[in-house]
């Protein structure tokens, strides 16, 4: 059974959740989002492209990449404040797209362990306004994640099963 991506906006929050289950150890989920040689790979939308600018995925690290989608490029950025594996992942997110800088999101991305080799996502996104996180919500944001974490699922799946043929 394919595991949901679960999105929490409640109306009037300057945030949200995103919860999602792995049929993979959390060690081998936050590679998947610290690991730029994997990260490349799944997140966004399956109609975009993405190349990364900068990875320096550490404690007061930073990055930046785009999306590319018909010669149309979305820049995005930040910095991470902690980055403590297997347990938790804390940074900045910016989208260079709008009109003018300072429309921040702090995320916090947590890792949890569950039973059979499983794993928990919880991750949460402060916006610096209900405006902000709304306007998130409407630009497609849902889907990009969902088809990032459908990608990701394919990818551990099909390390599992290089793993079992060797």
């Known amino acids: ?7 929490i906006a409640e109306p009037g929050k300057q945030e949200l ?5 792995f049929e993979a150890p959390r ?14 790979k799944w997140v966004g939308p399956r109609d975009l492209t993405m190349t990364i600018e900068k990875w320096d995925c550490r404690d007061d690290g930073s990055y ?3 999306h ?3 010669g149309h490029k979305y820049a995005f950025f930040g910095v991470y404040h902690e980055v403590n594996s297997p347990d938790r992942i804390v940074g900045t997110f910016e989208f260079d797209g709008l009109p003018e800088r300072g429309h921040v999101i702090l995320g916090i991305t947590q890792f949890e362990d569950l039973p059979d080799g499983r794993s928990k996502l919880v991750h949460q996104s402060v916006f610096r306004s209900v405006a902000d996180r709304d306007g998130m919500i409407a630009s497609g944001m849902e889907r990009g994640v969902n088809e990032g974490y459908e ?3 394919e990818i551990l799946a099909n390390s599992r099963s290089e793993a079992t043929a060797n």
């Open 151 to 153: 990608k990701l699922d």
């Open 68 to 70: 590319e989608r018909g």
């Open 27 to 40: 060690e081998l989920i936050f590679k998947a989002h610290t690991d730029p040689e994997i990260y490349v």
């Open 1 to 7: 059974m394919a595991n949901k991506t679960e999105i």
């Open 64 to 66: 930046h990449f785009t």
């Open 17 to 21: 959740y995103i919860i999602r289950e």
